[in-house]
């Protein structure tokens, strides 16, 4: 009796860990990058096919994604948004560190193939504080929910006190499924310790 509990013990030990090391040997974690910068998770091979969560390659794409539960479909739309900081009528990409600079961001956007029902813009600093610049929703008037628009933040007066790069985050809602703000585009100020 116990050398037939032992051997179906063996087998069904067996089976187990020759299954697990064939989908092993079928499917294998990778690491992914996209410009220089990996996604977080990775990706899957699965038949010499690599696979990446929609996700992690849209955060990394700085895309906006919805998901419809119904018809188990993800879409993902990526509009370009370039963004400029203006000191008054002048662009600027750095500033001394301990400066306090009013300014404001001019933001174009293009090829928006959803509609939307808010956005907003941020700067953020070397330790992480995110400070709201501007934004708008679907209530406020003449607000674009898609296709092609520019846009232009009021003045805010900001102390850049440490040095190290300052991030300005543009922020989209869609308009359906998940309405969370999801960042755009992104770009830099550094601040410089002066001379």
Do not use: C
């Not at 299954?19 to 974690?29: L, P």
């Not at 990058?33 to 849209?58: F, M, P, T």
């Not at 018809?71 to 750095?94: C, E, Q, W």
């Amino acid at each position: 009796m116990k050398v037939r509990k032992l051997l179906v013990m063996v087998t069904a030990l067996t089976l187990l860990f020759g299954t697990a090391a064939f989908a092993e040997s079928v499917t294998q974690s990778i690491r992914i990058e996209l410009n220089k910068d990996e996604i977080k998770d990775g990706g899957l091979l699965v038949d010499n096919k690599a696979y990446v969560g929609v996700g992690a390659l849209s955060k990394a794409m700085q895309a906006i994604v919805s998901w419809d539960n119904g018809a188990k479909r993800a879409s993902i739309y990526k509009p370009n948004v370039h963004m400029f900081t203006m000191l008054g009528d002048k662009p600027f990409g750095s500033i001394t560190k301990g400066h306090t600079a009013k300014f404001n961001v001019f933001a174009q956007i293009d090829s928006l193939k959803t509609d939307i029902s808010a956005f907003k813009v941020t700067i953020t600093d070397p330790y992480g504080e995110e400070t709201l610049i501007d934004g708008r929703n679907s209530s406020d008037k003449d607000f674009p929910t898609r296709g092609d628009f520019w846009f232009k933040t009021k003045d805010i007066s900001y102390d850049f006190k440490a040095a190290g790069p300052y991030t300005i985050r543009f922020y989209m809602a869609l308009s359906s499924g998940d309405t969370s703000l999801q960042v755009v585009s992104e770009k830099s100020i550094a601040s410089v310790t002066g001379s």
